[in-house]
Nanobody, 125 residues
Framework: QVQLVESGGGLVQAGGSLRLSCTASGRTFRDYAVAWIRQAPGKEREFVSAIRWNGGSTYYEDFAKGRFTISRDINKNTVYLQMNSLNPEDTAIYYC??????????????????WGQGTQVTVSS
């Protein structure tokens, strides 16, 4: 099993930046797909971005393209989400999620097996 811990959330003004971190305990992310999934108040969870640990292929939802960058640090067993040009619509709890051997057709889903506690991102106008 994998335990995930997110950090890096906070309060920023529109146009600001944050870098979220997701660290796994118990095992390496090797062979896993790791995703960032967010949930705004009163809304359903939505896919943000994902990365395959092996090879580092990345995937982004349309609203994240050009603003967010997902990356990994193999030595630290950590996945990052660099978020730039934030706007109030980005306000949400951001969750790190992971799955081993997730097929390509499901990489953008929200039904990942392992979930962190979430980190709050608030963007003021």
């Amino acid at each position: 099993q994998v335990q995930l811990v997110e950090s890096g959330g906070g309060l920023v003004q529109a146009g600001g930046s944050l870098r979220l971190s997701c660290t796994a305990s118990g095992r390496t992310f090797r062979d896993y797909a790791v995703a960032w999934i967010r949930q705004a108040p009163g809304k359903e969870r939505e896919f943000v971005s994902a990365i395959r640990w092996n090879g580092g292929s990345t995937y982004y939802e349309d609203f994240a393209k050009g603003r967010f960058t997902i990356s990994r640090d193999i030595n630290k067993n950590t996945v990052y989400l660099q978020m730039n040009s934030l706007n109030p619509e980005d306000t949400a709890i951001y969750y790190c999620a992971a799955d081993r051997g997730r097929i390509l057709s499901a990489i953008r889903g929200i039904d990942y097996t392992y979930w962190g506690q979430g980190t709050q991102v608030t963007v003021s106008s």
